[in-house]
């Protein structure tokens, strides 16, 4: 995830003042609720981009052997994104073994296999593949709450901001991955 430079800025108030809490303005306190939104919404469209790579790639697996190198492709991809291989992977990597590609996958996902299953009978679980979703920031220590403080003396005020664009909704995977369509050969000219 990358951060613009107004990003780093509230960022880097915002732990400012987690570490030493002051009051802020109203302003501070809408900068840190809309860095937390577009925090919260970059993790939840990462979150709809693995379900629809993970779907695509079980897509994929079920046309082997037609779609051998897109599956491999779509499969090391997953790996490196912390998918944990499963059952169904490792059978069909199998089947595939006599590729160079797919013998050195089915190394790296049978490591993997293993790994998983003695985290599990160790009695821990796995580490997990996506973190899970954090809860909402609902309010800074010294924000709002500190208005019954005493009054310090203030910063002068920053011109007003230009209003944020409005929102528009999130693409679809078809719209961002259109589907691919086969090339037709081409044509030969008979010599006549």
Do not use: W
């Amino acid at each position: 995830m990358a951060f613009s430079a107004d990003e780093l800025r509230v960022l880097r108030r915002a732990l400012s003042i987690a570490l030493h809490p002051t009051p802020l303005p109203d302003e501070d306190v809408q900068d840190c609720l809309r860095l937390a939104g577009a925090v919260d919404e970059a993790v939840g469209e990462a979150g709809r981009l693995r379900t629809f790579l993970l779907a695509d790639l079980v897509r994929y697996r079920n046309a082997l052997p037609g779609s051998v190198s897109g599956y491999l492709e779509l499969l090391q991809d997953a790996l490196a994104g912390g998918y944990d291989p499963r059952p169904d992977d490792l059978a069909a990597l199998r089947a595939l073994r006599h590729r160079p590609v797919a013998a050195a996958l089915l190394e790296r996902c049978q490591a993997l296999a293993e790994r998983s299953v003695r985290a599990r009978l160790a009695g821990r679980s796995a580490p997990p593949a996506a973190p899970a979703p954090r809860s909402r920031l609902l309010a800074l220590p010294g924000g709002r709450a500190a208005d019954a403080e005493p009054e310090r003396p203030k910063t002068p005020a920053a011109p007003p901001r230009p209003a944020p664009p409005p929102e528009r909704p999130a693409p679809k995977p078809s719209e961002v991955f259109p589907p691919r369509r086969p090339v037709p050969p081409p044509q030969q000219r008979a010599a006549g």
